[in-house]
């Protein structure tokens, strides 16, 4: 199977996602052998691309395509989702039914403290857009986890992430954007952990992705 064939049709079905999934792809293809993929929470419903993503099945696709040891490592805290999930995807990811955050803190069981991560993809606990607080913290658990398997390179990307819409209305009734506009329901806190450390912002859309979260 041809991945590139197979993504660009796939990218007409993400919808919302699909331009910063387009760059994942593109910057995990500017990187070395092997390619290793740290993703929270797993696909849950055949097909549902334009809902959460596919995202087990996009990062398997393309680590096949890679080869040479690429992989991906996959946990989800639902049984029924890994069983489904595992059903979709090939035996070459490793899924586990486990909270992400206990997961990670044993993530040297699967590669060893010098293996980097090229990808880490936090998507488990879902949001409320109303109250964001309680996932955004969870996802900042996970990224505090994940820090001794990742390096200047690897990409951190955050789902159902948005940019905050905070604005105020002037004088003549217009909407204006606050200047410093913020991240908002998963990468809440991660956004405002990121911006202290002076991590770089790579993209923000839907998702958001940074670089440079540790600086070697
Ligand atoms: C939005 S879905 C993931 C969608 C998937 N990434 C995709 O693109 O299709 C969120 C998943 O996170 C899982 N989850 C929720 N809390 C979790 C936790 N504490 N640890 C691991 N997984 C969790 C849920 O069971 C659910 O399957």
Not at 91 to 98: F, N, S
């Amino acid at each position: 199977m041809n991945f590139k064939i197979w993504f660009d049709e796939v990218l007409s079905k993400l919808d919302k996602r699909a331009i910063s999934f387009k760059k994942i792809i593109k910057y995990l293809d500017d990187l070395p052998d092997p390619i290793i993929i740290l993703e929270t929470g797993c696909l849950r419903k055949i097909d549902n691309f334009s809902g959460d993503g596919q995202s087990t099945l996009i990062f398997d696709k393309y680590t096949q395509s890679r080869g040479n040891g690429s992989r991906v490592y996959s946990v989800d805290i639902n049984e029924q989702n890994v069983n489904l999930c595992k059903s979709l995807v090939s035996d070459k990811v490793y899924l586990k039914k486990e909270d992400s955050v206990k997961f990670i803190s044993d993530f040297h069981n699967q590669v060893g403290y010098n293996n980097k991560l090229s990808l880490l993809y936090l998507d488990s606990f879902d949001v409320n857009w109303d109250y964001p607080l309680e996932s955004s913290a969870h996802h900042l658990k996970e990224l505090t986890a994940s820090i001794p398997y990742i390096n200047k390179n690897t990409l951190v990307v955050v789902d159902d992430a948005p940019i905050n819409l905070l604005g105020y209305r002037d004088e003549k009734n217009n909407f204006k954007f606050i200047k410093d506009a913020s991240v908002g329901g998963k990468g809440y806190l991660i956004h405002e952990y990121a911006r202290s450390v002076n991590a770089d912002l790579f993209f923000s859309h839907y998702q958001v992705g940074y670089k440079n979260i540790v600086k070697s």
